[in-house]
Every structure is written in C-alpha cells, then in structure tokens.
C-alpha cells in the first residue's frame, strides 16, 4: 500500500489528559430539517418522507434549540431540504446560533445546500453570520453531477463558489464540498477537486450512495468492493494534484453504511488499533499523502439519540435513516414530536449524564 | 438531499490518541439505551468498574 497507511499523529494534542477530560462533556450533534421543499429532482435523493407542510416556526426552533444547547447540544446543522428555499428563517436562526456562539465558543454550526441559490446578497449575509461551515453538493464534474441534478446546474453551482471566493475567501475556507459516491461517478472527482480548489476551497466530503425504497434500479449503487477501491485511492492521495492543503473525509453512517465500515477495519482502512478521537467525540484514522490529507471516521456503535438527533421540518424526532421511508411518522425510530412535548422530556431515556 | 446524512458538522476538532480501552469504553458508554432501566444500570455498572480499573 502507498503512503500514510499507518496513519498520522500530526496536530494529536492534549494526549496527557485522560477521555473524559478531554473530550466536551457527552457532546449532542443536531441535524434538522428547515423545510422539506428543494428546487431540485435529485435521482439519488434519499428523502423518501413527501409531507411539505406543518413547518416549524422560528419562535418554536429557537425553543427547541434553547433546550438542546441546555442539554449539551453543541452542533447544529441544518441540513434540508433545501435551506436556502427559506432564506429567511434559516438566516434567523443562523443568526441565533451566532448570537449563542458568543456564549459558548464550542458550538457549531451550518448547514447543508445544493448551491444553487447561493447569490451575491446571501454570500454578504453569510459573510456576517460566519457559519462553522457550508456544505455544497458537486456530484462530480459538469456530466456526472447535471446527470444527477439537472441540465446546467453544475455551472451555476460553481459560479456561485466562484463568486464566494471573490466576495469572501475567508467563506469560501469554510466551504466543504459534498459529494455522494456513486457508479457513474467514482472516476470523476479528481477534476472536480482541481476545478474547486482553485476557488480556494480545500475541504472534501464523500459519502456512498445508500439506496432508499424510492430507487428501483442498480445504476448508481457501488458494491462493497468499490466502494473500499475508491477509499484506498482516495487514502493514497490518488484525487489530489500538487497542492499540499487539501483534506477529504470519508464520511460513514452507522445505520447504513456499518457493512462499509467493517470491511474498512478488516482491510485495516479503518485501524482501530491507531485511531484518534475529536473533542466531539468524533472517531476516525487521518492519512497524508502528496496532496493533502484523508480522514476516515469510524462509528463503532450505534449513536443515536445519545449523540445524535434528527429532527424533521414538522418536529419529529429520529434517526436519519427513517426519513428514506414515506411513512416516517409511523416509524418506530421515530420518537416524539417537539410540538407535542418538549425535547428534554422526549430524550430523556436516552441521554447519557 | 443525499449524501452525508447529517454533513460535514465542519469537519475534525482538536483531537488526540484513543487508545483501545478508551475506545472500548466509549462504545459502553454510547451503546447503553437508557429506555431500559436494568440495562442502563448494568451497563453503567460495567463503565465504573472499567474506570475504576485504569
């Protein structure tokens, strides 16, 4: 194998203090559904649950994140469908979590957009509330991602990272770009990754497609051996050119890609006897290469609730996974509704104190 | 909407080793389901005597 393959301690610190010491104290990540409208028709769209109204409110976000942030929830990201439908609600609570970061420098937050409405008046907003981060889907280069999104948006998309760069390099370091790994596109990236860059952006983020009950096909599914055959070259710097700052992340699920991750660990991708830990709680292997550096993140058991929280445009409480479903509601991982009791008392079984 | 589930979260923090005992405590720890009360205790009980250990 090529470089890096024993990983890396670089930037490893505090290793004097024992876990508990270290890390934020029981961390909870957020992701939240602002609406469920997006103004694309994604084929690889995993969202399989289709009810559009019931929308929470500012006032009831804000109400709910209060609570959170009491109970230790330090990220927040909103993650569909599309923010920035609802510019202006996600601007107010952006702008909440701005405010809340003052208080506690450890929070974070962002969110997740298909960049296609990311226009001058939303980078200078943007540009004053600072998100931790700003994730943008590229699906590949120009054929790869408009077959999956539509004719044309691969340009808009990258003009729009274009014109972050000019308005606000300091946004565009806060961007990364989100891509869903899939047969078509599993050669593609490296273009993809040398078009970007140069629009100063350097963060990477890849995640297999995981098929959902709305996909009756094979044509953009990898098998397992593909999908570690990507990993290995993206380890080995394979995706990178010359440039030395660039990181991927090899993004892992536990619900859905747990099969991924145990073939990693047996082909020592993932090494569990070398791993390191975020203040976060975050688990993962880093490689450097040429180019830059890979990280690997490993779930060795199921979060959720205890760590990790969904929560739906209408307020349900689940894991990810239940929103591939259209009867998500009637789900048995979901459960509570915020607009029926509060947070606190729906997690109470779950959380760690 | 469809990929990385919940994102980026902005990627990595400050972070150090974790040794193969944290580790297994760690999944003690996010592996309890506190909806069973036994469970919980049992688990919470196998956490101290790891802690305890060290």
Do not use: A
């Given at each position: 194998m090529a470089l890096g393959w024993s990983g890396s301690n670089g930037r490893?610190?505090?290793?004097?203090?024992d876990l508990d010491n270290f890390l934020l104290k029981n961390p909870l990540e957020v992701s939240y559904f602002v609406n469920n409208k997006c103004n694309l028709n994604c084929k690889h769209c995993y969202v399989g649950y289709n009810q559009k109204n019931g929308e929470l409110s500012f006032e009831e976000w804000k109400n709910v994140f209060n609570d959170l942030i009491n109970l230790n929830g330090l990220t927040f990201g909103n993650v569909g469908k599309e923010p920035l439908l609802s510019w202006d609600k996600t601007k107010r609570i952006l702008g909440f979590f701005y405010e809340k970061r003052k208080e506690k420098q450890k929070l974070r937050f962002g969110f997740v957009t298909n960049g296609v409405l990311l226009d001058e008046a939303k980078i200078k907003e943007l540009s004053e509330l600072m998100p931790n981060y700003i994730d943008v889907s590229l699906d590949g280069q120009k054929e790869e991602h408009d077959y999956i999104r539509g004719r044309g948006v691969y340009d808009k998309v990258v003009n729009n990272l274009r014109l972050v760069n000019e308005i606000n390099p300091k946004l565009s370091n806060k961007i990364f770009i989100s891509s869903v790994l899939m047969k078509h596109n599993k050669n593609k990236f490296k273009g993809m990754i040398n078009e970007v860059s140069n629009y100063g952006i350097t963060h990477f983020l890849f995640s297999p497609y995981v098929k959902s009950e709305k996909d009756k096909t094979e044509e953009l599914s990898l098998d397992l051996n593909e999908i570690i055959e990507f990993y290995k070259r993206a380890i080995d710097g394979?995706?990178?050119?010359?440039?030395?700052?660039l990181e991927l992340i090899l993004k892992n699920d536990y619900d859905t890609l747990k099969p991924v991750m145990d073939r990693c660990a047996q082909e020592k991708i993932i090494d569990v006897n070398n791993l390191l830990i975020d203040e976060y709680g975050v688990i993962f292997n880093k490689y450097n290469s040429r180019g830059g550096s890979a990280i690997i993140n490993y779930i060795p058991t199921s979060d959720t609730f205890s760590k990790e929280i969904r929560i739906s445009h209408d307020g349900f409480i689940s894991n990810c996974y239940a929103q591939f479903f259209e009867n998500y509601p009637e789900r048995t991982e979901v459960i509570g509704n915020v607009k029926n009791k509060s947070i606190k008392e729906i997690l109470q079984t779950y959380l760690i104190h | 909407m469809a990929m990385g589930f919940s994102g980026s979260n902005g990627g990595i923090a400050d972070y150090r080793i974790l040794n193969y005992s944290e580790l297994n405590k760690f999944i003690l720890r996010y592996s309890i389901r506190l909806n069973n009360e036994e469970e919980r205790k049992k688990e919470e009980g196998l956490i101290k005597e790891l802690e305890d250990g060290d």
């Open positions: 490893v610190s505090k290793k004097v203090l394979e995706l990178f050119n010359s440039r030395k700052d | -």
